[in-house]
T-cell receptor, first 115, second 114 residues
Framework: EAGVAQSPRYKIIEKRQSVAFWCNPISGHATLYWYQQILGQGPKLLIQFQNNGVVDDSQLPKDRFSAERLKGVDSTLKIQPAKLEDSAVYLC?????????????FGPGTRLLVL | QQQVKQSPQSLIVQKGGISIINCAYENTAFDYFPWYQQFPGKGPALLIAIRPDVSEKKEGRFTISFNKSAKQFSLHIMDSQPGDSATYFCAAVRPGDRDDKIIFGKGTRLHILP
């Protein structure tokens, strides 16, 4: 079974630039999550999708971050404009459904460095 | 406000020894407590999890001990091996109708000496 795919794996940008990350979840997984993991900390949930609808984006800095999952499969996370403090690993995860964290799998993450 | 406190920040254990990582939570609404293992360059992977209706859960060399009254839970790794060297995160989950309010600890970097 293929895992959660993410791209790119690494990205270096200058502050105020824009960046986008892509995630392809495990086939059949209805719930998709984006997490931010700052160095030395645990992941922090940014947004959770159920199919193509947002069920929780309470910790997403909406003035600069946006995410979509238009067809209920792939998802993109965008930062515009980036700040230095956005340097982190952005993890995508998917699960069969909400409340089924036993089925949650993480992708390898995209490591973002903002200069 | 940090809702899940994890300690220690780093841990060195001899091969064959017992590794113990502790976590404490504040919100009594949490009802699911997973532990994740993360290797460098990889995403976290679910290792073992427990619900508050039991005090202990064991899977192979990994055991979770849960103390509901103290709002604490811990991960024990028996017969620790060099391959167990990784960062471990505890987490706590508060149920929602459609979302999973999951809060992670800050992680423990475990190193097993060969």
């Amino acid at each position: 079974e293929a895992g959660v795919a993410q791209s790119p794996r690494y990205k270096i940008i200058e502050k105020r630039q824009s960046v986008a990350f892509w995630c392809n979840p495990i086939s059949g997984h209805a719930t998709l999550y984006w997490y931010q993991q700052i160095l030395g900390q645990g992941p922090k949930l940014l947004i959770q999708f159920q199919n193509n609808g947002v069920v929780d984006d309470s910790q997403l800095p909406k003035d600069r971050f946006s995410a979509e999952r238009l067809k209920g499969v792939d998802s993109t996370l965008k930062i515009q404009p980036a700040k230095l403090e956005d340097s982190a690993v952005y993890l995508c995860a998917s699960s069969l459904g909400a409340g089924e964290l036993e089925t949650q799998y993480f992708g390898p993450g995209t490591r973002l460095l903002v200069l | 406000q940090q809702q899940v406190k994890q300690s220690p920040q780093s841990l060195i254990v001899q091969k064959g020894g017992i590794s113990i990582i502790n976590c404490a939570y504040e919100n009594t609404a949490f009802d699911y407590f997973p532990w994740y293992q993360q290797f460098p360059g990889k995403g976290p992977a679910l290792l073992i999890a427990i619900r508050p209706d039991v005090s202990e859960k064991k899977e192979g060399r990994f055991t979770i001990s849960f103390n509901k009254s103290a709002k604490q839970f811990s991960l024990h790794i028996m017969d620790s091996q060099p391959g167990d060297s990784a960062t471990y995160f505890c987490a706590a989950v508060r149920p929602g109708d459609r979302d999973d309010k999951i809060i992670f600890g800050k992680g423990t970097r475990l190193h097993i000496l060969p």
